[in-house]
Each structure stands twice: as C-alpha cells, then as structure tokens.
C-alpha cells in the first residue's frame, strides 16, 4: 500500500479543490439560505463534465474509471466548499457503482452514460422506510410480478436528491414469506408515472441537497427493471452501502478540514491579552489533537478506499472509517468554533453551517451504533 496519491489521483484531488473553491465556495451560503438552486444544478452538470459522477465506473459507460481512492480524495475537495454537493455527487456515483456490479448489460448502455454525463441531475437511492431505517429488512415496500410487468407500491423516506434525480434504485419485498431473501431491487425512472415526490425536508444542515419521501402508487415497470437477481436486494444493498460509506467518511473528513483550516488562519489574526490567541496553549493544543485526529480519519478513510479498489473485502474497513470520521469531523466543526469565539456562532461566517452540514454525517448510510455493530460482529465473527 502507498501512502501518496497516483499522478492520477492527485490531478482529480486538484482538479476537485480548483472546482470546490472557484464554483462551489460562493453557493455554498446561498443554498444554506434555500437560494442558488440553479448554480447548484449546474455545478452538478459541470462535475459530470469533469467526469466526476462516474468516478469508479468503467469509461465503455462514460465513467472515468479512475477508481475509489479517487472518488475518496474528490469528495473530500468538493465537501471543504459544499457538503450538499459533495453529498449529491457521492450518491450518484454510489448509484452507478450499483447499477455497474449488477445491471444487465442494457441497463448499464442506458442509464450509465445518463448518470456519468450529467443528462441525469443525480441518481437517487430508495431504501429508507418510516418503519425501516437502520433495520431495512423491515420495509414494507412491496413490488407484485403482472405479466410481463412490476407493481410497486409503498413508500420512501429521506431520498436524497429525489426531486431532481432521473433515476432511483428502490428496494421492495418481492416474496414476503422468504425474510430478506424476499427483498429484490429495481430501477425506476424519475418520469415513470405512479411516482409522487414528497415536499423536502426542513433539515439542520446540507440544505441544499434535497431530502423528500417518494412514493409509488400502482407504479408500474418491465421486468427488465429488476436490478440482479429477485432476491438479492438486501445482499445489495448491504455491499453497496459499504462503499457509500467510503464517500461519506470523506465527505465527513472535507468538513472537519475546512472547519479546522478556517480555525487556524483566525489564530493567527485574532489578539486577546496583548497577543495573538494562537499563542494560548489551551487552543494549541485542540489544534493539535484535532489535526491528528482528521490525519487518522484520512488514513482509515484511503485503506477502506484503497481495500475496496483492489477487490478485497473492505467492508470492516468502511465503517471504521465512515464511524472515526465522522464523528471526529463534528468534533472537529465544534471546536473550530471554540476557537472562534462568539464570532464562530454567527452565520456571517461559515462554521456554524459547517457544524450543521456535518452533524448528518454520524447519521445517514447507517447511523454510528449501526457501524460498531458492524465492526464488532465483524470481528467478533474471526474468533468464533
Ligand atoms: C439528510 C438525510 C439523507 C438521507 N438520505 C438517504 C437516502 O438517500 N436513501 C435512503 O435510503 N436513506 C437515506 N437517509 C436515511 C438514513 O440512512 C437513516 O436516517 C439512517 O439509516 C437511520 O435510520 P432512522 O433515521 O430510521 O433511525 P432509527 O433506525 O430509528 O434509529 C434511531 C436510533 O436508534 C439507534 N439504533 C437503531 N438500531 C440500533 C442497534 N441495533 N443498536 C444500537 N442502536 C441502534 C440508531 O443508531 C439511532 O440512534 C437519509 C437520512 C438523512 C437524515
């Protein structure tokens, strides 16, 4: 393993911080605020232009094929300037990855070059139920065979990016009697009718990533919807959560970074007692401890991206990342803030946003207790 980055990597990393800071920095406020919706939209065209919505997918299918260390170090970037971006575009590529590993070959000719070349805002994921959140297997979301067709219906909750994603991966129970073997995944299309959005969420942070209920009434698509095998959602969803995980540990760690960054260059400037503060020992020492906290999230962070990029099982691997990551990101924002003072709580400047865009982070594709029941059954499971 290398700790550097590829000459590969560290042009999509620059490529990325160039993108973050000229484009996403100024709307990052704005969407805070419910504005910039338009600059928001396009910014996600221009970084599937930039070939960053298909970062792990093969280039046959308009991807850029340049791997998940990549994809890590890109949402890291893009997340220092706008987590909802960061975030809608982790998604996306999440989708794609799916979509990629088990798609027919006519849904990938169809709906990968659609995701990877922007004609697709974002692509959204329909797990999440109000009964079955960190248990998913609890979904009631049903999909019924007729004919030649499926039938869905039931409802979704918290899809990010559902009111203008073109297309959703959603997971139904297809055989009600088989427990999670009875859970199948299709791929819906945006346009397909017996699908109604539901209004957004009014959420803490990350606002300008949208976060609706979807829900399907008689929603009708071919067989060729179904998404691998009948049977196999759950086992999907599970894998693919894992390397979701991946993005959002990085997401959590471009957060925590900019939150930190914005810190130090103020300890530098602001003066009490005659000097400047960044001589207090109290606040060097958070620096300290933060820093070494992030550089460890990072670390962890590559070796799930590096594990999964070289085909080995990095699922472990993932949530030790996405739980140290996270939760050392909102430390991170929380501190930042201390530093700061009274200035760090007001939305003139942009920590307060950071705290809230970051707190999600210990939440969403899997809460924190939900990772160290992975990790711990994981190992728990090489000694028994
Ligand atoms: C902004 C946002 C975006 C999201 N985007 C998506 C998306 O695009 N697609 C999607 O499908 N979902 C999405 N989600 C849903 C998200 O993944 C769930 O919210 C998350 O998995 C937790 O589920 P829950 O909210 O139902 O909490 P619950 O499962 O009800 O958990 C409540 C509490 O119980 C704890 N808990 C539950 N089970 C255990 C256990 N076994 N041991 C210990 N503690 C436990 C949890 O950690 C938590 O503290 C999103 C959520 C948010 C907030």
């Known amino acids: 393993m290398h700790l550097s980055l590829t000459e590969e990597q560290a042009l999509i990393q620059s490529t990325a911080r160039r993108f973050a800071q000229s484009e996403l920095a100024a709307n990052a406020n704005l969407l805070d605020r419910h504005e910039g919706r338009e600059a928001f939209l396009r910014n996600l065209k221009s970084l599937a232009n930039l070939g960053f919505m298909g970062l792990n997918v093969k280039t046959e299918y308009g991807g850029s094929e340049v791997g998940v260390v990549a994809f890590s170090v890109a949402v890291t970037e893009l997340s220092r300037a706008c987590a909802s971006t960061a975030v809608t575009l982790s998604v996306s590529n999440m989708v794609a990855e799916i979509i990629q590993a088990v798609g027919s070959d006519s849904q990938k000719d169809t709906y990968l070059p659609k995701i990877c070349g922007g004609d697709y805002a974002a692509a959204g994921f329909c797990l999440t139920e109000s009964g079955a959140g960190s248990d998913p297997a609890a979904m009631s979301t049903t999909a019924v065979r007729e004919g030649e067709d499926w039938i869905l219906n039931g409802s979704k ?24 073997q009875g859970i199948s995944c299709f791929l819906v299309e945006a346009g397909n009718s017996g699908i109604s959005i539901g209004k957004p969420e009014n959420k803490m942070g990350q606002v300008g990533s949208s976060t609706n209920s979807i829900h399907f009434e008689n929603c009708r698509v071919s067989a060729t919807a179904l998404l691998g095998r009948e049977g196999q959602g759950f086992k999907l969803a599970v894998g693919e959560l894992a390397g979701g995980r991946i993005g959002i540990a990085s997401l959590a760690l471009g957060v925590g970074l900019a939150a930190m960054d914005y810190a130090r260059e103020y300890l530098g400037e ?36 590096f594990e ?11 949530s030790m990342a996405k739980l140290f990551s996270s939760e050392k990101a909102n430390d991170a924002c929380y501190s930042a803030i201390q530093i700061l003072g009274g200035a760090g709580y007001t939305k003139d400047l942009p920590l307060e946003r950071m705290a809230r865009d970051v707190r999600v982070t210990t939440i969403y594709e899997g809460t924190s207790e939900i990772q160290r029941v992975i990790i711990s059954r994981d190992l728990l499971r090489e000694v028994n």
């Open 157 to 180: 909750i918290f899809v990010t990016s559902a009111e203008y994603a073109g297309i959703f991966v959603v997971w139904a129970v297809t055989d009600a009697n088989a427990a999670k």
């Open 270 to 305: 602001r003066e009490q007692f005659g000097q400047k503060i960044g001589n207090f020992q109290g606040l060097q020492w958070m620096v300290a401890d933060r820093y070494t906290e992030l550089e460890a999230a990072r670390l962890l962070t590559m070796k799930a991206a």
């Open 308 to 318: 999964k990029e070289q085909g080995l099982a990095f699922s472990t691997a993932a």
